[in-house]
């Protein structure tokens, strides 16, 4: 599915914290999921991506977690800079077809 | 490595106008390939999605059509367009859902 119509919540930081975006994602068939960022006026680019075997996968300052027992997905972002401002989308593969079902997203605001 | 192109980056066009987008990738052959529409501060909204030549599904009825004439072009179109079509167009391909996608840089269309 797809939450459209919604406004998009906002998490405001404060630079050099750490940021942790939470996504509720609905299909427990899902096995693969992913967080992009979308900067002002740009494409969605990829982050970081896990798969249903792991629970925790490390990038750069970027940590994805999976619980899939409650189906909870969250993006951790390590001493969070300016340049993470942005709008933060989680993705899942679950449903029938070649298409990944994306969260509502999540704008990420950091005060310097 | 596989690119996607997309254009143009930004187009402003009259209530009634047609319109022509264009998404092409390279580096990679019988791509899924997506459109998806995003309203100002929302969420991304799937207009149509190709798994190869000539196969076109269709996400939600509108005033929009999609086309695939060769294997790594994809085509958004209207003939005649309206101030509710206004958005930023976002082209996609995917080796398939389990593989994530990767976006273009989008189009922001505004109608006047």
């Known amino acids: 599915g797809e939450s ?34 979308q ?43 300016p340049g993470d401002s942005a709008v933060y989308f989680c993705a899942e593969n679950g449903d029938a077809g070649n298409m990944l079902t994306f969260g509502g997203g999540t704008r990420l605001m950091v005060k310097p | 490595s596989q690119t996607i192109h997309q254009w143009p980056a930004t187009l402003v066009q009259p209530v009634g106008s047609p319109l022509s987008l264009e998404c092409t990738v390279e580096g990679t052959s019988n791509p899924n390939l997506y459109w998806y529409r995003q309203a100002a501060g929302r969420g991304l909204q799937l207009l149509f999605y190709s798994v190869g030549i000539g196969q076109i599904s269709s996400e939600v009825p509108q005033n929009l059509s999609a086309s695939r004439p060769q294997d790594r072009q994809f085509i958004l179109s209207s003939k005649k367009l309206l101030l509710s079509d206004s958005g930023f167009y976002l082209c996609a391909w995917s080796k398939g859902k389990d593989y994530g996608y990767t976006f273009g840089s989008g189009t922001r269309l505004t109608v006047v």
């Not at chain 1, 998009?8 to 994602?25: F, R, W």
């Open chain 1, 39 to 81: 900067e002002s006026g740009k494409g969605p680019q990829f982050i970081i991506d896990i798969r249903s075997n792991m629970d925790k996968r490390q990038g750069q300052r970027v940590t994805v977690l999976l619980n899939k027992t409650v189906k909870h997905l969250s993006l951790q972002i390590a001493a969070t800079q």
């Open chain 1, 4 to 37: 459209v119509g919604l406004h998009l919540p906002t998490l405001s930081v404060q630079e050099g914290d750490n940021s942790i975006i939470n996504c509720a994602y609905s299909n427990s068939a899902s096995d693969y999921f992913i967080w992009y960022k």
